[in-house]
């Protein structure tokens, strides 16, 4: 230990698993990146994510990269409450000083971590988002579950947060159906930002937008993070993204994770082949 | 209410079960049905605005015709009740005197257009203008007991916002509303929530009538026959229409318009049939008893 | 109370320092970087790499900021405390605090930046070293000036820029309330003549400031007007560490070819 002052973790996950069938103890050596595949073949279970270990500061951005079935999405999906963890202990700072496994809370109690404590910005606007209401009202949504009543500060907070996210403010009373997918991508991160959760999970925040879209979206999170100081998890399978989010990193494979370092060192310095494979695809 | 013991006799003929209904039960109802009904009101009462799932029997009265409602009144009678139903503020609309008729002759109590006289009261779409007190129940026939049905489809998730108290779909359908509209627009029906808990759906009373629900003396009673749910307002509970802090809830108005057989105008006020701009009372025992004193 | 430092004492220690690259995606062979590197920069030293191209320099810099890890070997700094820790068994979250205020990195290229004002851009940098924010804008304004930057330019988007330009801008952030180690990687490769001038002013500031300044430049000019000493590097060894009027007359244009 040094005298270097390192910011106390806001999120810390220990071994954090999610398994889809019959458990068997051995499965969990049975599969896995030297087995190149998350399913065992005796039971036919799949193990889409063990043995995950990380802390995330505030202000800090974690990110986790993999390709499709690499388990990074589980990992976020199981923090964020959306799918429940098989084992693992997960504790957040804000909730409850960190001394609850908020893994053991039941749905509801989940669901209120939801509306202060952790927000998540998902691939899919329509997933965070209910189309067939305004960007206001959605914006209202989780403004009126943490209890506000009043329609003018309603009114005024929703503004102050889609003049944030750039949408035109002209389109507040607009639904969000009609909406381009960049400017329901912002909309959700409008929406997800309104209680001041102190922690922001993005799930390929910018995945299936047009390319031009998708920069200018990065940039205003990026801006966002740096302004809000939010403990946050990125999950890509674009570099892109990772380098500009992120200062650490983790690459999942198969369901674990195989590398662990400093964003810029994961790009420059690869250690683990499917690492160096990542990286090499995506230079190119 | 009084227990009143069933004849000793199980019927084995139609004949016998149609004369055992008419002539041997008391109040329509066998009285394990009556029961069944009572032990989900003391449910309802024990919770205020939670809707409790009762056995809805099958009623000489159509589903949506105030099935509901009339199982309520026919498991609270007793020998010395007496009723008084109305249907949109009227004692003698078709429906008020079928219904009341029903109640009368299987009890054999006595029925009244009085509320001073009543101690139950069954009504549709309308809260009696005189005052009620500890003496009465109110007895609401509700055709939606769900106030979020219009938000929401699923019963599991329906279920789970009740038991979670997660209401704000609701809230931001109200917020909707009034971007679209300029104000809420809900008439009847108009979500309260009740004792801080549920939310209800109030209806099909009008905003006018909702006042009168909080803090009231009387116990009111909601029954929903076709939906197969009753809930209930307690004595002296809170009951707050929904809106925003800086939005008041507003009644029904119409600008200096007065009841042409009475002259009130601080009462509840419908158009003539057939005649624009000329209101009268809803209430109609009450319109009558101001012309009379 | 401020903290004094020792000025005799060195701010970086590196010893014996190598660094290899397996390639798995090869066929695995093992690429050697740099073979066991050592010497020491004080604080206020401007410390010249020179070397020709695949000589280790960047690498070595790249070390010390952790954007490689080492292979054998320590990259020892000193913190204010005067505490010792070696850079390359940090945990991650150890050098992410250090290189938020004690280790500067301004490479060659500007990349992935955000859609923010030139002046804000600087202010923030100097903001992340603890500077207040006003102090931070009227220093950005100062620097941005010194780099030839126009005022009107000061509230652009810095996606609008010229290379140049940028990479003034990039300068003018990696230096303001410096840190007390600054990497440099060819900062003024890309500019023309005259920004190259204001540039090396505002480099050869630094030790003035007491900055410890470990910096690879393409140019003999800039390295005989800058350095106080040179290490010359080939082939990933270090040749020669010396003062600056020993070593430069030893350097060849190729050891100086980008």
Not at chain 1, 42 to 59: E, M, Y
Not at chain 1, 178 to 192: C, D, K, T, W, Y
Not at chain 2, 165 to 172: E, F, G, K, L, N
Request: contains cysteine; aromatic residues 6%; negative net charge.
């Amino acid at each position: 230990m040094t005298s270097i002052h390192v910011p106390s973790p806001i999120i810390q996950v220990r071994n954090l698993g999610k398994y889809y069938g019959n458990f068997d103890p051995a499965m969990i050596e049975r599969t896995g990146p030297e087995h190149g595949t998350a399913r065992d073949h005796v039971t036919a279970s799949i193990v889409a994510a063990w043995g995950v270990n990380f802390d995330v500061a505030a202000g800090e951005a974690l990110g986790i990269v993999g390709e499709s079935g690499s388990g990074k999405s589980t990992v976020l999906r199981c923090i964020a409450g959306d799918v429940a963890a098989s084992t693992g202990d997960v504790r957040l700072t804000p909730f409850e000083d960190g001394n609850v496994n908020i893994l053991d809370l039941d749905p509801s109690a989940r669901r209120q971590l939801r509306i202060n404590t952790l927000s998540v910005v998902y691939q899919d606007p329509a997933e965070g988002l209910a189309l067939g209401v305004t960007a206001g009202g959605n914006i209202a949504d989780p403004l009126t579950a943490a209890g506000w009543r009043n329609f003018g500060a309603i009114r005024d907070r929703a503004r102050e947060l889609l003049a944030r996210t750039e949408v035109p403010l002209d389109r507040m009373d607009d639904i969000v159906r009609n909406f381009s997918g960049g400017m329901r991508q912002r909309v959700q991160i409008a929406r997800a930002l309104a209680n001041k959760p102190p922690i922001l999970l993005l799930d390929e925040p910018t995945t299936g937008l047009d390319a031009s879209v998708a920069s200018g979206v990065l940039d205003l999170i990026r801006q966002l993070l740096e302004e809000l100081q939010v403990a946050a998890i990125v999950v890509s399978h674009d570099f892109g993204v990772i380098e500009m989010l992120t200062e650490r990193c983790l690459v999942m494979q198969h369901g674990r994770v195989v590398e662990d370092a400093l964003t810029d060192q994961l790009l420059e310095d690869p250690h683990h082949p499917y690492s160096q494979k990542l990286v090499a695809a995506a230079r190119t | 209410m009084t227990l009143e013991t069933a004849p000793q006799t199980s019927p084995t003929t139609i004949a016998q079960l149609v004369g055992h209904r008419t002539t041997e039960t008391f109040a329509l109802l066998d009285e394990e049905s009556k029961r069944e009904i009572r032990r989900a009101l003391l449910q309802a009462v024990c919770i205020p605005g939670y809707q409790v799932p009762f056995g809805s029997r099958e009623m000489p009265v159509a589903r949506g015709w105030g099935s509901g409602g009339l199982q309520v009144t026919l498991a609270c009678v007793g020998a010395d009740d007496a009723v008084k139903v109305i249907d949109q503020g009227d004692d003698e609309g078709v429906n008020a005197v079928n219904l009341r008729r029903l109640v009368t002759m299987s009890t054999g109590i006595d029925e009244t257009t009085e509320v001073d006289e009543a101690t139950l009261i069954q009504s549709r779409h309308r809260i009696p203008e005189d005052d009620m007190n500890e003496n009465h129940i109110l007895i609401l026939q509700v055709p939606v007991p769900e106030p979020l049905r219009g938000i929401e489809r699923d019963i599991r998730e329906l279920a789970r916002m009740h038991s979670e108290a997660d209401y704000s779909r609701m809230w931001v359908s109200l917020y909707e509303d009034k971007v679209r509209n300029g104000v809420i627009t809900q008439s009847t029906g108009y979500p309260c929530l009740v004792a801080s808990r549920y939310i209800v759906a109030t209806t099909p009373i009008p905003r006018w009538d909702i006042p009168r629900l909080h803090q009231s003396k009387f116990l009111t009673l909601f029954g929903a026959g076709r939906e197969k749910r009753v809930y209930a307002i307690p004595p002296y509970t809170d009951v707050e229409p929904l809106t925003f802090e800086d939005v008041p809830f507003e009644v029904e108005s119409a600008d200096g318009a007065t009841c042409r057989l009475c002259g009130s105008s601080d009462s509840f006020l419908v158009e003539m049939p057939g005649k624009q701009e000329s209101w009268s009372c809803s209430d109609t025992a009450w319109c009558r008893r101001q012309r009379n004193t | 109370m401020t903290m004094t430092m020792n000025k005799t004492l060195p701010i970086l220690d590196v010893k014996n320092v190598s660094k290899s690259f397996t390639l798995h995606n090869i066929d695995g062979r093992t690429v050697t970087a740099l073979e066991d590197a050592s010497f020491v920069v004080h604080p206020g030293e401007h410390v010249s790499l020179a070397g020709s191209s695949g000589a280790g320099k960047s690498t070595l810099l790249r070390l010390i900021y952790r954007t490689y890890s080492i292979t054998a070997g320590s990259v020892k700094f000193r913190l204010t405390n005067d505490e010792w820790v070696d850079i390359a068994q940090l945990s991650d979250a150890e050098v992410i605090a250090l290189r938020g205020r004690e280790i500067g990195y301004v490479s060659q290229f500007l990349h992935a930046q955000p859609r923010r004002s030139v002046i804000d851009l600087v202010a923030r940098a100097g903001v992340s070293r603890g500077m207040s924010i006003a102090d931070a804008h009227e220093q950005a304004g100062y620097s941005l000036a010194r780099l030839g930057i126009s005022r009107t330019l000061w509230d652009v988007h810095t996606s609008v820029l010229s290379g140049g330009e940028k990479q003034r801008v990039n300068i003018a952030a990696g230096l303001i309330s410096p840190p007390r180690l600054l990497l440099l990687d060819e900062p003024v490769s890309a500019l023309d003549p005259e920004n190259r001038e204001r540039a090396i002013e505002v480099i050869a500031d630094l030790s003035n400031q007491g900055v410890a300044v470990l910096a690879v430049f393409h140019d003999l000019d800039a390295i005989s007007r800058l350095a106080s000493r040179i290490i010359l590097m080939s082939r990933g060894n270090v040749v020669t560490d010396g003062p600056v009027d020993q070593v430069l007359p030893q350097l060849t244009p190729g050891d100086v070819q980008p």
